[in-house]
């Protein structure tokens, strides 16, 4: 999720864009595809060029949340309290600190990372006031979803968790650390949210009955029903931005798009709008291609 370190690039492309793909499909993601909608120049640094980033507290809060309530539902129900989620954390850092070493340099002393975990547990003290972990039973939790439209755009990616009710109803639940959204954000997240409901649509053939947003750091909730002609129209979005992305890939024209949020990005001192240079571009993907003039001819 956009809060979390989870890495979405390799949704696109599975081994470095200089190399090729190793022969696994170009797919769309929701991170990537919300990236190409506020800039397509975001897009190809993240997803063509693969550019690293500086990764942050809030991102590795985002990741570590995550972790431990994926966790908790692993255990037995009568197991999931707060005191639970309260040890889970530790390790859980601890974990995802082995696997990216650099996050250590987050932190300036022992007395910062302290600060830093107990507003993490904070967070999970939140997700308690939202619901209890007890009476619930989910089908999974940080759910790989992957379908293909019949347009031939691949869709892939993690959902926090599926809940379905005794009665067949599902509900597609993601956790959110910051806090409840204004407009704007708020389409975001529910563009995320109706993407992960076009894939579990397309591959299982369930209609998700709800859609539940729940931001820990101010403990609220956002419940969405989506209809199905609503996600009709919505894969259209999805092919359109698909056939966009294809298009930018084939000629590497992807431009800017200047807005606020460039102050927030670590790729700004590469882009041409704020006086920046680029790297050369590494070209489109073998795979990416070949599916684009498979689907030009057709």
Request: charged share 30%; aromatic share 8%; glycine share 8%.
């Amino acid at each position: 999720m956009a809060e979390s370190a989870r890495n979405e690039t390799g949704g696109e492309f599975a081994s470095s864009a200089h190399g090729g793909t190793g022969g696994r499909r170009p797919a769309l993601s929701p991170s990537r595809a919300s990236d190409f909608k506020q800039c397509p120049l975001l897009y190809r640094f993240r997803a063509v060029d693969r550019l690293p980033e500086t990764p942050t507290k809030a991102q590795a809060r985002g990741t570590v949340v995550h972790s431990v309530l994926e966790r908790l539902f692993q255990l037995p129900a009568n197991r999931r309290d707060r005191a639970t989620a309260a040890e889970l954390l530790t390790p859980a850092w601890r974990e995802l600190r082995t696997e990216q070493p650099e996050l250590a340099e987050l932190f300036a002393d022992e007395h910062e990372l302290t600060e830093w975990l107990d507003s993490t547990g904070g967070l999970l003290e939140s997700y308690f006031e939202l619901e209890d972990p007890r009476r619930l039973d989910p089908e999974a939790c940080e759910m790989r979803v992957e379908t293909e439209l019949d347009s031939g755009v691949l869709l892939r990616g993690f959902i926090d968790r599926v809940d379905v009710a005794p009665t067949g109803e599902v509900r597609l639940v993601d956790y959110k650390t910051g806090s409840a959204p204004r407009q704007v954000g708020e389409n975001k997240a529910l563009f995320q949210m109706k993407f992960y409901a076009l894939v579990l649509w397309r591959a299982r053939g369930e209609l998700p009955r709800q859609l539940l947003l729940m931001y820990l750091k101010d403990q609220q909730s956002l419940a969405y029903t989506p209809e199905e002609a609503e996600l009709r129209r919505f894969e259209r979005t999805l092919e359109a931005i698909w056939q966009a992305i294809l298009r930018a890939g084939r000629s590497g024209d992807f431009r800017p798009t200047p807005s606020r949020l460039c102050d927030f990005c670590d790729f700004k001192p590469l882009c041409p709008a704020h006086g920046g240079t680029p790297p050369p571009y590494p070209g489109w993907p073998e795979a990416a291609q070949r599916t684009a003039s498979a689907e030009h001819g057709a």
